[in-house]
Nanobody, 124 residues
Framework: QVQLVESGGGLVQAGGSLRLSCAAS????????MGWFRQAPGKEREFVAAISRSAGNTYYADSVKGRFTISRDNAKNTVYLQMNSLKPEDTAVYYCAADHAPTLSIETYDYDYWGQGTQVTVSS
């Protein structure tokens, strides 16, 4: 069982930056692929980024590539999402998720555990 708690969301102007954190409970954090997803009002939850167990591999949605960076610190049981050059269309609730499978996935159904989400609002 893994419990995930996101933090770091807030209100920011377009062009600004935010850093999201996701703290995980348990001793097996390093055995999970970690992902970030987001859901805007009236839209489906969508993939943002994922990182492999050892942080050797990352994958990003085209919409955030070059602006967002996913990273993890297995010693701190934490995964991060650094978001730069934010746009109003990045406004959403951001969720972190854990997947026990070894391969990176962009599908919500592959992830076993989810956090409660943190709101990110980007004003124009």
């Amino acid at each position: 069982q893994v419990q995930l708690v996101e933090s770091g969301g807030g209100l920011v102007q377009a062009g600004g930056s935010l850093r999201l954190s996701c703290a995980a409970s348990g001793r097996t954090f390093s055995s999970y692929v970690m992902g970030w997803f987001r859901q805007a009002p009236g839209k489906e939850r969508e993939f943002v980024a994922a990182i492999s167990r050892s942080a050797g591999n990352t994958y990003y949605a085209d919409s955030v590539k070059g602006r967002f960076t996913i990273s993890r610190d297995n010693a701190k049981n934490t995964v991060y999402l650094q978001m730069n050059s934010l746009k109003p269309e990045d406004t959403a609730v951001y969720y972190c998720a854990a997947d026990h499978a070894p391969t990176l996935s962009i599908e919500t159904y592959d992830y076993d555990y989810w956090g409660q989400g943190t709101q990110v609002t980007v004003s124009s």
